[in-house]
């Protein structure tokens, strides 16, 4: 090859890399920056958050946390419109997984279905270990994967 070409092509190396680099700063940045929170409700209502979810019997769907240990058997109810995430606004908050996005998915009742959807998260959302694309409705049984937390729809 000649020098040259060995040149230009190391130029393409050096400039990969860079490209390489500035993604990965850019997806660390975003994550790390705080994203704004839609919060259902009269926007004069003072913020309080919510006491954690202790495990009880409603009727419902709702989500069996299965993995990791500090959720394991909490079930955790869904209201009309909630949110989870690592956010303390959320309405299931789970600041032990730095995996979870700020804000990571939208769970919505209508009726007695269960509907969820990944709001651009950067690690994403498992559904029966396949990954979640747009509003998908759940089903009993159905494991959802989020961050390094599991759960289990129940109903």
Request: net charge positive.
């Amino acid at each position: 090859m000649s020098e040259s070409l060995l040149q230009l092509l190391n130029y393409f190396l050096l400039a990969g890399i860079y490209l390489f680099l500035f993604v990965v700063t850019r997806v660390a940045v975003r994550e790390l920056k705080p994203q704004p929170v839609t919060i259902v409700g009269a926007p004069n209502e003072p913020f309080e958050p919510k006491p954690k979810q202790i495990k009880q019997k409603t009727s419902g769907p709702a989500l069996l946390g299965l993995s990791p240990e500090a959720i394991a058997g909490e079930r955790f109810e869904v209201e009309a419109e909630s949110t989870l995430g690592r956010a303390p606004a959320c309405t299931i908050s789970l600041t032990h997984d730095t995996f979870i996005s700020q804000v990571h998915v939208r769970l919505t009742k209508q009726n007695k279905n269960l509907f969820i959807e990944d709001l651009q998260s950067t690690n994403g959302t498992l559904l029966n270990n396949k990954k979640l694309e747009g509003l998908t409705r759940l089903k009993k049984g159905d494991r959802v994967t989020i961050g390094r937390s599991v759960f289990e729809v129940v109903k």
